[in-house]
């Protein structure tokens, strides 16, 4: 089982910055190692679907943005640390949802929530105007 925590949400104010960081431990599923899965960051802002922010394949890094966030959000890995970055800055109000890391073992569909086998609990983002 692949755990996932995340942390460094908080309050900011619009045009600043935030660090999220998704720390990943355990086995996948036939003993799959964390560096053979793709993290992705999702929000989820009240009363709105849950959105794909951004993703990255821990073996090669490759990455993928949706297009609200290029040019502001920048996701990394640290292989050592076991642990997925999303640099956040530019922040606008809109930005404010509850972050999730999630893991899947395939790239196809990166965007597609529902293609995601492990998830984490979440880190509150609010950005104030």
């Known amino acids: 089982q692949v755990q996932l925590v995340e942390s460094g949400g908080g309050l900011v104010q619009a045009g600043g910055s935030l660090r999220l960081s998704c720390a990943a431990s355990?086995?996948?599923?036939?003993?799959?190692?964390?560096?053979?899965?793709?993290i992705g960051w999702f929000r989820q802002a009240p009363g709105q679907e849950r959105e794909f922010v951004a993703a990255i394949s821990w073996r090669i890094g490759t990455t993928s943005y949706a297009d609200s966030v290029k040019g502001r959000f920048t996701i990394s890995r640290d292989n050592a640390k076991n642990t997925v970055y999303l640099q956040m800055n530019s922040l606008k109000p809109e930005d404010t949802a509850v972050y999730y890391c999630?893991?899947?073992?395939?790239?196809?569909?990166?965007?597609?929530?529902?293609?995601?086998?492990?998830w984490g609990q979440g880190t509150q983002v609010t950005v104030s105007s």
């Open positions: 355990g086995r996948g599923a036939s003993g799959r190692t964390l560096n053979s899965y793709n």
């Open positions: 999630a893991g899947r073992s395939d790239w196809a569909g990166v965007a597609d929530d529902k293609r995601y086998d492990y």
